[in-house]
């Protein structure tokens, strides 16, 4: 056997910066981020993207990877990543957004962005918390679910229900492709990928707005370690947030066809 | 018979969350408890390189970045492969 | 008289809750006292620290540019904060987890091997009371037995069981008198 | 340049549309709404680019977010929009990235009213959002001056990389007088070099304003600071009337300026010597010449359409030289002339010292001639 | 009452509660968080209401909602999230009903960090919302300090019918200090005669701040200026310590006031004669007080942790009768006592005449200690 | 005959004031605006209710309904009805919004009310323009229709689609009880007015969060007369907001039987 | 036979949009171009009250609540009506 | 020399587009001219007035206490302006819709019937333009011809063709000079 057989499977995508990231180990904010990494580079866009980073715990995710980034306010993203795209509409422009930052504070600007078809991309990290404070309750956090501001588990009387974010925004004519995936395991991750390639796809088509939404761990403020909270996602999240396609237009689903 | 190929982990981006070595349908990883990195972290490492098979799946889940994947037979099974 | 003490290590050495136990102390001898933690994200597995003030009189500043003494758990720690000493102040050093000797000539140094010790009577995350036991037996900024009375009335919960291995590591750490 | 008659929303809009506005994100609000409503149509029309928000935060940030890309963008609101904008408003300041926002003022707190009004003074040369800031503030006193100060906003902004507020009052807004356009600047799409406009062949970029490192804040806060300095000696801009000799200086901006300029022609017929200082950037302040007018005037007169927010800058700057007076109208309401004159007259008849607190004695009067309650 | 040593958040959340708190709506920031999730057991547990809103926005709004029940509300952010209630504030205040608010300051501008700043002084004091309005501001310095004052904070809110706003930064936020709570005391469900809490047998009632009739407006804001002088009057707190004799007057408010008590007791021992004014009412000024010193002092020195919005202030009220030296850190960096204690020393050796212009001097200052860029 | 036989088929409610409203001739704004008050004088909680006026041409509703009334800031009319209902939660409180308030300006603090099921009921005024400040684009304005901010009528590209509110509401599990209903005819009319009735009384029974989102028509911003406008509304918006229940949940549904 | 009832239009409320002329099955209503009221509006009248059988639809329809209905045989109809 | 003019009537009644005419005429003529409407709900309906200054110099305010001249379309604005015209200064009526004779002794006074002119002359949208002429008879303001030319001039689009029409109105208010 010589040298000439060995293939590299896989490495690092160069759209990543050669940085520790901050995140806690486990923390599949690190996979959502590597997956953006890894399309943008087989698309050869890593030059021609400009990225929004949330305030949350990807607040710094501008390190990280290795192409334009602006940090938005607390979410405001989606209009951040509106004025970039008019403004350059031949770039690829997405956001990278919590559930806090989302599916609270910024829900307005989510779904307005939404329903005027923005053609922009929305990856958003559903961890059903607030990570980056010290997990808070979210719009997300399932109910009776533990948190430091839902001390004796969420209680669905007083502090309501969570909101399926992929569900909901389906409902608007103007978004594209709205979906939703779990990062939990290797067959849900390359599941995932595909929908990052399909949904940034879909902008450079300029067929609308495209969001997808991840299912994704938070061992810190879960209190449980990585394996433990994939199969808490598992358990827990997966049922009350099913893995799913929940508005593929017309035009977007000939792009998602052309995916693998 | 050779192992079908190897993985790198890189100490600077590993942090230890035992994602990969749980996932790892051939059980080919474990913690390195006789290191610490410079981050403080026990890193992975390939606690049984012969049972490897270039599945790439422990690459895929790592959020670290931090697995090169090859398919081959590693380098120091060379001479030996072709024993 | 007023003693500025900071505390620091890295996170999970219990470095804060070294300085709450002091500050306890303070408060049941009826002096002023602040307990000031470095906060926010780099508590996340990153260092910790914090300042903590006795007084006879109103405290004005809660933080320490010259503190009177100052733990130092871990190296980063005592390369930080040795130098801020206040002159004929007290460094009191994690022997186990430093690779070198305090250079300052001007300040008394007390190099306590706590993780030993700790491990010893029994459980490593005492070594905090090791040290602060050292701290206790050279400065004496309270009166002797304030601190192990105040560990007793005012720990509750979860950590009382904790409370005669705290003790005990504070004794021991009490014999690094110099 | 022939002259037209055009109303100041309207002025505005296309000045900046002929400066090469690249990008407009705005939100109805009265009295500002012409402005959006004429943009909706003219840069489509060029094929540029404007968006009703979805509010004054979705505008703001949408303003960051093209700011970022370097390109000239703006925005215009009414006090209430803008109160929704500090936030926004204090991000684009700490990211240093260029952008015009457009205050048209009315009455306040809260809903209030849309009547004209100076009562944003405050919150925009001072207040605003959190954290350290100091946008750049000029206020037209008709809609020739709104029109250069809108060419002159956006070379300022982009100079410094800064906001800069373009601060008028309803009736300006809503206002006709004959002015000139300038001409048609062609757009530049050149991003400039700290923008994010990614391109093969150079390094990533990144824009943001956080710094979790507290020194690093400080140092970015210090040059910040510098750079304020540096705005302060170079960009003043004011109007001085009849000042050379003015025993008696009446100090007001925008629409309350000119009205008091009608009452000081009268005043100089009566043959007061007395004068007007017309800031026309409130921030920067123009200290140096108020300073100076300290030490040669016997009373100051400031007319303000709010509670006397500028008063409060002219007092510490006259720093009790001479009396300063106050005659302001508040919650949409506009001084006459005569009003003006008559706050004159008492200056001038005052013997008031140095100490003198013009905004109660104001407060006394207004609550004589006008009573309370709502 | 025995003292427990307590955290300034939870000292603040605590104290709330026994004032009767009825509601709390806030939302999740550094380095205020603490405050909130205390709160989320802490009420419930009692039947009150916690709701954690979905932005500070919708926070700000739900207080204005129960504050027109007339009952005790409040809720507590961070700078960011204050900009954010900027709106809100205005209209709760030309509404007309009483809140009250915690601001847990941290760096800025923008997303800035998260360490302790006072950066937004300006914003409460003075700027944040549009209209004419004039918040009671009042800044403790210790946990003890802060619970009483946010007890004071309810009944002075309810006394005016007014937002009062608790300043404090992250440092207090964050401290433990001995403290003693006070009692506790029932909460008072029964709403004042002018709020919406419907009964049978009494006229409609309704709460707004609209009046889009602009005299009406005028009239109001003539009556809550009215307000404003009575509420300057008799709500003025401060503490001085070594006054009486000062020759030299360090004032600073909050966390940087009682550092700066550190530094002036320093100076007191090697015998300068040196006092220290703190402003507990950051709005109203204590303005007499000042005033009068400024009649004996030789030299002020204005110590904070930001660019010196508050020296803004008492250069005002100093009027050039003494120099105002000013010392101060941004962007979330906390001054040392020892910093302090040597501007004191250069106050006290410096030559400088009352026009010295303090904030350039310190600028230079920094830019040659601590240098520019981020 | 005597007069003993006369009988009142319909008089003014008690619940409006003896003022003239300032709404335009035919605008429905003023229909809602009876039916509430009707609805609660049937139920006798005039004396209970607490009302929320939003910005827009209803921001004086305070002055036409006999009972208590706040004001609300553009759009959080949501959130300030959640701060009376938690202080007083056996009072009925309702917000009264436009589309622009509610769904552009206030959609976050909607959307968040709804998930928290929030026991509070909205009425939402859906006239397909800004209103008050002269007939701007609104969310929900029809694509083509021209308004003073879509000159050339709504262009799908650039300006999105209308977002139908109540669907959208509906996907949230906090909802209780979210439905249309127009105001152009008399049968919708009393069809409208059942649902501000099972709202109002769902709300009474303490099952969450309800809407009642009606069609409503501007002649004035229209440029047409009201017949014309009725008309109008039925031709086009009916089509693309199709009158129907869209959520009620189980409990609602029963209470819903029981109203007529 | 006399009217099954009548409708009785608050001039202080009525706009004159029309809406209950529109709508009124039995077409009684029309603008009254004789009179103008204090808001300076012709207002609705009943053109045909002979028809009008106190349906109700122009009091549900009306927007501002001008109209009261009432279902009987009208004051003036009563002497007539015994006749 | 400076003219301030407040042209005030029912919404509808053409008095901000009357103001304009003369706005754009003195414009033409090289002048100094400011127009300034009453804006906001108000106009739905309700009263609109506007207020003409025309000048030599730079204009200070746009508004007036105590215009030269007022033209009153109606009652209420009659009533609202009499009181404030300046001593010595102008006030044209619509007599038509007016039931009052003005009281001032100390100002000109002059009563046009505007809507039956207009309506003679085939339009009583007209009323404006007939009014405006007779202020401009009276008080020449600009030169003669000056508004007709500047009409002439400035008018595009839709109103182009009602030029003559209103044109013969300023004629026919022209009559009334005093
Ligand atoms: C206006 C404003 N409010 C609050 C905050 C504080 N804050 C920072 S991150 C965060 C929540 C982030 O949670 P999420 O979006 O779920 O992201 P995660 O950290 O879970 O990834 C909050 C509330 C802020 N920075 N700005
Ligand atoms: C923060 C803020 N932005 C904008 C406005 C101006 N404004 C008043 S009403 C309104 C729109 C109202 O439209 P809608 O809600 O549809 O009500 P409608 O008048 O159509 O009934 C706007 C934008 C405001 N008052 N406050
Ligand atoms: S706090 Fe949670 S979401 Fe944030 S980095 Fe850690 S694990 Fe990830
Ligand atoms: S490539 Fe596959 S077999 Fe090899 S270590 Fe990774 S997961 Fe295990
Ligand atoms: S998944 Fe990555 S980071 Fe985690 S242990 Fe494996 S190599 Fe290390
Ligand atoms: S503008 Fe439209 S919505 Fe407003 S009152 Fe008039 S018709 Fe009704
Ligand atoms: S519907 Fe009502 S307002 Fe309209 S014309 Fe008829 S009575 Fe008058
Ligand atoms: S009650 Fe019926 S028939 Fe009589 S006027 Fe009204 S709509 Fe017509
Ligand atoms: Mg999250
Ligand atoms: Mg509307």
Same mark, same amino acid.
């Given at each position: 056997m010589? @040298? ?13 910066t @050669? ?29 021609n ?15 990280y990877?290795?192409? @334009?980034f ?15 795209? #008019? ?21 307005g600007e989510t ?34 679910q533990?948190?430091s ?7 669905v009387e ?5 909101? #399926?974010?992929?569900?909901m ?7 594209s ?9 290797a067959?849900?991750?390359r ?5 990052i ?5 879909i ?11 991840f ?13 433990k ?5 598992k ?9 799913? @396609? ?7 689903? #000939? ?6 | ?8 982990i890189?100490?600077?981006y590993?942090?230890?969350?035992e994602?990969?070595?749980a996932?790892?349908?051939q059980k080919?990883?474990a ?7 410079i ?13 490897c ?16 994947v090859y398919r ?12 | 008289?007023?003693?500025?003490v900071?505390?620091?290590g ?5 470095t ?29 597995g ?13 405290i004005?500043?809660p ?23 206040k002159?004929?102040?007290w ?25 030993t010790?700790?491990?010893e009577?029994?459980?490593e ?18 009166p002797?037995?304030?601190?192990e009375?105040s ?28 | ?6 109303k100041?929303?309207?002025a505005?809009?296309?000045a ?5 506005l ?10 500002q709404? &012409? ?6 149509a003219?840069?489509? &029309?060029l ?13 703001i ?6 700011? =970022? ?16 904008? =500090? ?10 990235v ?15 009213n849309i ?8 919150q925009?040369v001072?207040?605003?959002?959190h ?10 006193a ?52 700290y923008?994010v406009?990614p ?5 990533k ?5 956080i ?13 910040q600071?510098?750079?304020?300095e ?16 003015a025993?008696?200086?009446? !100090?007001?901006?925008?629409t =309350? ?5 009608t009452?000081?022609r ?6 007061i ?13 123009p ?5 100076k ?12 359409m ?7 800058? !002219?007092?510490?700057? !006259? ?30 008849n005052?013997d ?15 609550? &004589?001639t006008?009573?309370q309650?709502?």
């Amino acid at each position: 056997m010589t @040298d000439t057989d060995v293939k590299v499977v896989y490495q690092r995508p160069i759209g990543l910066t @050669d940085v520790t990231t901050h995140y806690c180990p486990g923390c599949t904010h690190g996979v959502a981020h590597r997956l953006i990494a890894e399309v943008l580079e087989e698309m050869g866009e890593l030059r021609n993207t400009i990225g929004v980073a949330p305030v949350g715990c990807a607040v710094f995710a501008y390190n990280y990877f290795d192409f @334009d980034f602006v940090e938005a306010a607390h979410g405001r993203a989606p209009a951040m990543a509106t004025g970039i795209k #008019r403004t350059l509409p031949d770039r690829l422009v997405f956001t990278y957004q919590g559930d806090g930052d989302l599916a609270s504070m910024g829900m307005g600007e989510t779904v307005a962005a939404a329903a005027r078809g923005e053609q922009i991309t929305i990856f958003f990290i559903n961890n059903t918390n607030y990570g980056m404070t010290g997990g808070q309750m979210a719009p997300t956090t399932l109910p009776g679910q533990k948190t430091s501001s839902s001390p004796l588990g969420r209680d669905v009387e007083t502090q309501g229900y969570p909101i #399926r974010t992929a569900e909901m925004l389906a409902t608007l004519d103007g978004a594209s492709y709205v979906v939703r995936r779990s990062l939990h395991d290797a067959r849900s991750i390359r599941n995932a990928k595909r929908a990052i390639r399909t949904a940034f796809e879909i902008q450079k088509a300029g067929l609308g707005f495209s969001m997808v939404e991840f299912l994704s761990i938070c061992p810190t403020n879960w209190g449980l370690n990585a394996p433990k909270s994939r199969e808490w996602l598992k358990d827990h999240m997966l049922p009350y947030y099913p893995v799913g @396609d929940f508005k593929v237009s017309e035009e977007a689903e #000939r792009v998602m066809k052309e995916v693998r | 018979m050779p192992p079908k190929g190897w993985v790198e982990i890189n100490d600077l981006y590993c942090k230890a969350c035992e994602t990969c070595i749980a996932d790892c349908p051939q059980k080919v990883l474990a913690l390195d408890m006789s290191r610490l990195s410079i981050k403080g972290y026990h890193p992975a490492y390939m606690a049984h390189p012969e049972k490897c098979i270039a599945c790439g799946i422990c690459a895929t889940v790592c959020p670290d970045a931090a697995i090169t994947v090859y398919r081959g037979t590693p380098p120091g099974f060379e001479e030996k492969g072709t024993e | 008289m007023q003693y500025e003490v900071i505390i620091a290590g890295f996170g999970g050495q219990g470095t804060l809750y070294a300085g709450q136990v002091l500050a306890y102390g303070g408060m049941d001898e009826g002096r002023h006292v602040t307990w000031l933690p470095s906060y926010g994200p780099e508590m996340r597995g990153g260092t910790a620290n914090c300042t903590v003030v006795i007084s006879d009189d109103e405290i004005g500043s809660p933080t320490s540019l010259h503190p009177t003494a100052v733990i130092a758990m871990n190296l980063p720690s005592l390369d930080k904060y040795e130098p801020m000493v206040k002159s004929g102040g007290w460094l009191i050093v994690n022997e186990d987890l430093v690779n070198r000797v305090p250079a300052r000539a001007d300040i008394n140094i007390v190099m306590v091997p706590a993780n030993t010790i700790a491990r010893e009577i029994g459980n490593e995350r005492a070594a905090n009371m090791v040290l602060l036991g050292a701290l206790e037996a050279n400065l004496q900024i309270l009166p002797e037995g304030a601190i192990e009375k105040s560990l007793e009335v005012n720990t509750g919960g979860k950590l009382k069981k904790f409370v005669p291995l705290n003790i005990e590591a504070m004794r021991r750490g009490a014999e690094y008198k110099l | 340049m022939a002259k037209e008659m055009i109303k100041g929303n309207v002025a505005v809009a296309e000045a900046a549309v002929r400066a090469g506005l690249v990008s407009y994100f705005g939100y109805p609000i009265t009295p500002q709404t &012409e402005l959006l409503e004429y943009l909706s149509a003219r840069m489509p &029309e060029l094929g540029r680019a404007f968006v009703q928000a979805e509010s004054e935060l979705g505008a703001i940030n949408m303003v960051y977010g093209a700011a =970022c890309t370097g390109l000239r963008t703006m925005s215009s609101s009414s006090s209430p929009g803008v109160s929704l904008m =500090c936030e926004g408003i204090s991000y684009i300041y700490g990211t240093e990235v260029p952008a015009v926002l457009v205050d048209v003022m009315r009455g306040g707190p809260g809903l209030g009213n849309i009547s004209p009004s100076q009562a944003d003074y405050t919150q925009v040369v001072h207040g605003g959002g959190h954290g350290e800031y100091h946008l750049i503030v000029l206020a037209p006193a008709s809609v020739q001056e709104a029109i250069d100060l809108t060419g002159e906003a956006f070379y300022l902004a982009e100079k410094y990389r800064t906001v800069v507020v373009i601060l008028m009052d309803g009736f300006l807004g809503q206002m006709m007088e004959p002015a000139v356009l300038p001409p048609f600047k062609p757009v530049n799409m050149e991003s400039p070099d700290y923008a994010v406009a990614p391109k093969e062949g150079r390094e990533k970029r990144f824009l943001t304003s956080i710094n979790i490192d507290a020194p690093t804040q400080e140092r970015l806060n210090i040059r910040q600071m510098s750079k304020w300095e540096e705005i302060t000696r170079n960009e003043v801009r004011y109007q001085g009337y009849y000042l050379d000799d003015a025993e008696y200086v009446v !100090v007001g901006f925008g629409t =309350c300026g000119r009205i008091a300029l009608t009452a000081v022609r009268e005043a100089r017929e009566k043959g007061i010597k007395i004068g007007l200082l017309r800031p026309v950037s409130l921030s920067p302040y123009p200290t140096e010449v108020l300073d100076k007018l300290a030490e040669q005037a016997k009373g100051f007169l400031v007319v303000e359409m709010n509670n006397g927010q500028m008063l409060d800058d !002219v007092v510490s700057i !006259v720093a009790r030289r001479a009396p300063v007076h106050f005659y302001g109208r508040m919650g949409g309401m506009v001084p006459y002339p005569d009003e003006i004159s008559q706050a004159i007259d008492e200056m001038v008849n005052s013997d008031a010292g140095p100490e003198l607190d013009g905004r109660a004695k104001w407060l006394e009067l207004m609550r &004589e001639t006008i009573g309370q309650g709502a």
